[in-house]
């Protein structure tokens, strides 16, 4: 049966430093993205054995925590490949033009993102997706790993806003914290996604070893 493996990252922790220190990296790819690889195989495990043993009365349970599980090592996976010790700046070509005609202006999307991702009420993310259905960029809280949004939506660029990904180096203030976000933005991969998504496509962000 196929697994899922955590990624190993393309930086080491402390790279990301000083906007987000080497001591939260360990803590939140080794430990708290980890849990989610390994509660989503087991989960696998259970539902396997329900089917060999045909009894389905825990099915409702296992199928929300396996759906926690993957979503919450889907969006880990897309958030460590959206950062970059090189990133910031801002995107250009048609990325760029997509943001603008969405969302006014550059400055208005960060804005809309920041107060999205300050705004999730617990636990929860902002999102920077694409709306096939209306053919344009949207800005999507997400709440705990659950997306409020069409099911077709694409994730293109994700904010984490749990409190395991700020608290140790932030404490409260979580703006900060998003601010400093912004500095690290590898744009080069939010425009390969942007472009899959809009040719009708995904850019896994996550890997599962069949082996």
Same mark, same amino acid.
């Given at each position: ?128 997706? $694409? ?6 960029? %949207? ?22 806003? $749990? ?23 590898? $744009?080069?991969? %939010? ?18 070893? %069949?082996?």
């Amino acid at each position: 049966m196929p697994v899922y493996q955590l990624p190993d990252l393309t930086y080491d922790y402390g790279d990301l430093e000083p906007a987000i220190s080497g001591e939260i990296m360990a803590l939140h790819h080794g430990a708290h993205h980890a849990a989610y690889v390994k509660g989503a195989n087991a989960t696998l495990e259970r539902l396997g054995e329900m089917r060999q043993a045909r009894d389905f009365s825990q099915l409702p349970g296992l199928e929300r925590t396996l759906a926690f599980h993957v979503a919450g090592h889907s969006l880990h996976s897309l958030f460590w490949n959206n950062l970059s010790p090189n990133g910031g700046d801002r995107p250009g070509g048609e990325l760029a033009a997509a943001i603008d005609e969405s969302f006014g202006d550059f400055d208005a999307f960060q804005a809309e993102l920041t107060a999205a991702t300050a705004s999730v009420q617990g636990s929860g993310w902002g999102a920077l997706a $694409w709306d096939p259905l209306g053919a344009r960029l %949207v800005v999507n809280q997400i709440h705990d790993h659950h997306i409020t949004v069409v099911p077709t939506s694409t994730p293109l660029l994700v904010f984490d806003a $749990w409190e395991h990904a700020f608290y140790l180096q932030y404490r409260n203030v979580k703006t900060d914290y998003i601010d400093r976000l912004w500095s690290l933005i590898d $744009w080069a991969d %939010v425009t390969e996604r942007f472009d899959a998504a809009r040719a009708g496509g995904a850019a896994t962000p996550f890997t599962v070893d %069949v082996g």
